[in-house]
């Protein structure tokens, strides 16, 4: 059964392929193990690509990968019936989507309509294909990164596909001291394309995953605090920077988060410090600003900064 000296385990190894992006990676392995979906953003460069893959060897799951591209079609992501002439029938082919991880690499380079293609698997776990619904495997983790959407050739993600994330990453520049580090290793022999050569050895299964997703659910919240994540929900939709507040979903969301977040701190309750921990990344994709609040130079982030420090703590 997994443990969380497991899960501590599996952030030591990660840190062999890893440089500075401890809380990135700890708050991927929140996702996971609610059963979520994670939304990395940052400029090129930034690992987002190289955390997945290391998540999938750490966990001996299935991975798949997807560059999404302005010209890919949905039936490139979740397969379609292909026409074979020696048999006179169709023979459905099954797209990348069938997996555990699927590494959705730049999905804000795709159109929108190649963008939705993944919203009845990330919330159903299932696709639908010339009518015949198809489960996905019991474990299912879409890691999709985006650049900034100001960067050119992106198409900012819809309302209702960003909901489907429980957490939004942003991968930050390196310090100088880490920069320097990520150099060495590279002027060491280092192979983002070889992770086994860099030492990065399985710790755990998808039995072991499951376990850590039950022992997540049994994390009690108690009510006070369910209050208090209802109480942040509520004060973003009366902010006047906000024209959308988090809906019922992203407070769900939250708590979801906050449990994974207790357990893995070795708790099996779940405290308002870790509700405020995660209120950033659970949040911040979930609220719109004001067009003025823009021009200002206000942020989401900003703005939930000053949510909690509004709202109330319950002892």
Known sequence: MLTQDTATHIRAEAAKALVGQEEPFTQLLIAMFSGGHVLPEGVPGTAKTLMAKTLAALTQAEFKRVQFTPDLMPSDVIGTQV???????????????FTNVLLG??????PAKTQSALLEAMEERQVTIDGQRLPLPELFFVLATQNPVEYEGTYPLPEAQ????????TMPLPTRVDEVSVLTRHSEGFDPRDLRAAGVRPVAGADDLEAGRAAVRAVSIATEVIGHVVDLARATRQSPS?????????????????RAWAWLSGRDYVTPDDVKALARPALRHRVELRAE??????????????????VPVPR
């Open 83 to 97: 026409f074979e002439m020696g048999s006179g029938q169709f023979r459905l082919q099954r797209g990348p989507i």
């Open 105 to 110: 690499d730049e999905i804000n380079r795709a």
């Open 162 to 169: 960003l909901d489907r994330f429980l957490l939004k990453l």
């Open 242 to 258: 906000l024209q959308l507040g988090v809906s019922p979903r992203g407070a769900t969301a939250l708590m979801s988060a906050a």
């Open 293 to 310: 609040a823009e021009l200002e130079g206000v942020t989401a982030d900003a703005v939930l900064d000053g949510v909690l420090g509004s």
